[in-house]
């Protein structure tokens, strides 16, 4: 998306825990909806934020914390993402996507307050 902000961030907030994979949710919440194709057909232009929520915050003030840069002001999260969606390739507005079974198992793995660093992809 050329939106996501680089360098280091922490996890500070852990959203979803124990819920069903493919939960959908809505302003961290969630919507008691689980994706499906039909779902999508229903709600075409959602951003679909599924299943587990880590939320970021920047440790780099003028780079990724504080003012209109500032990682968690701007809801930046690491989150699950249909499993037919393209990974790799920017397609969200700064979020980090992930498989939903590989992020379920990231998620009961990292604590918050555990040290995140985005990088350019290496070409």
């Known amino acids: ?15 979803g825990g124990g819920a069903a994979e493919n939960t959908v949710f809505v302003g961290r919440r969630p ?3 689980i994706f ?8 075409p232009d959602r951003d679909w934020i599924l299943t587990r929520i880590l939320w970021l915050s920047g440790t780099e ?10 990682t968690m002001q701007r809801y930046i999260y690491i989150h699950g993402t249909p499993d037919a969606t393209v990974l790799g ?21 990292v604590p ?5 660093n985005i990088c350019e992809a290496d070409d």
Do not use: W, Y
């Not at 998306?1 to 500070?12: D, E, F, M, N, V």
């Not at 918050?112 to 995140?116: A, D, L, M, P, Q």
């Open 89 to 109: 390739v920017p397609g969200s507005h700064g979020c980090v996507r992930m498989r939903n079974a590989d992020l379920i198992e990231l998620f009961e793995q």
């Open 112 to 116: 918050v307050g555990t040290t995140v």
């Open 61 to 70: 003030p003028g780079k990724n914390r504080l003012g209109n840069v500032d």
């Open 1 to 15: 998306s050329g939106c996501t902000p680089l360098g280091a961030h922490i996890i500070r907030a852990k959203i």
């Open 36 to 43: 499906t194709p039909a779902l999508k057909e229903q709600f």
């Open 31 to 33: 919507t008691g909806e």
